[in-house]
């Protein structure tokens, strides 16, 4: 099945080079090769061709693979498969939904969230608003770190990751005791590994119209 990647960002491009050294059925949106027929659609662009995305993929019944964070596709009724997806990193993911089921737990404990990726970030970090949410947080009780210096130092990042890093610590205290919850995440390759095996999850099974929560592929066992 055609894959075609949206976007001309360094996601985009990395999602064309990791994907198309694995299959030869990889196109950007617009190329000449695209063809009009049921593909995987990834988007990972600014959303400004996504209302012509969503006409194809209702037109030719192709799933879309959101990876922008903060899309107008959340919380919106699609006529075709819709996999919203605040990351792609599949451990980080299987920690996600680990908070989701459980984090109504430590409520009423004093609870903090730290976030860091690298400085030219300026989205909203949508993996630790997910934490967040699981927590009972509210975003702005987020503390977010773009300092490079801070970064290298109190986070400890390598040198090496910090243009491309994403790290979340959660720390939970109760009284005296206290629990510590740490993700760190390093380089391209994760990202786009994650993808790889999202569309194969996709390829593999006959989606509803609907959205899908990416952390629904992961309660389903499907990644």
């Not at 990791?18 to 059925?25: D, H, N």
């Not at 090769?33 to 969503?54: F, I, T, W």
């Not at 819709?82 to 089921?101: D, G, H, V, Y």
């Not at 009284?175 to 510590?180: D, I, K, L, Q, R």
């Amino acid at each position: 099945m055609q894959v075609i990647v949206v976007g001309s960002g360094k996601l985009a491009g990395e999602l064309l080079d990791v994907l198309g050294a694995r299959s030869g059925q990889v196109v950007p949106w617009g190329n000449a090769g695209m063809r009009a027929e049921k593909s995987v659609v990834l988007h990972a662009g600014s959303g400004r061709e996504l209302e012509a995305v969503c006409a194809f993929c209702k037109s030719t019944r192709s799933p879309l693979v959101e990876l922008a964070t903060g899309s107008i596709l959340e919380g919106r009724a699609v006529e075709f498969s819709a996999i919203l997806c605040p990351n792609t990193n599949i451990l980080t993911l299987k920690f996600m939904a680990m908070l989701e089921r459980s984090g109504h737990l430590f409520r009423g404990c004093r609870i903090g969230l730290v976030e860091s990726h690298q400085a030219q970030k300026s989205s909203v970090p949508g993996t630790a608003v997910s934490m967040a949410h699981a927590l009972g947080l509210a975003p702005a009780e987020i503390r977010s770190v773009r300092d490079p210096q801070a970064q290298q130092g109190a986070l400890q990042i390598p040198l090496q990751h910090l243009a491309r890093h994403a790290y979340h610590h959660i720390l939970i205290e109760d009284g005296s005791c206290s629990v510590a919850l740490e993700t760190r995440v390093y380089g391209d390759a994760p990202y786009a590994d994650g993808v790889a095996r999202i569309v194969a999850a996709v390829q593999a099974r006959e989606l509803e119209n609907r959205p899908y929560p990416v952390l629904e592929f992961i309660e389903n066992g499907w990644l």
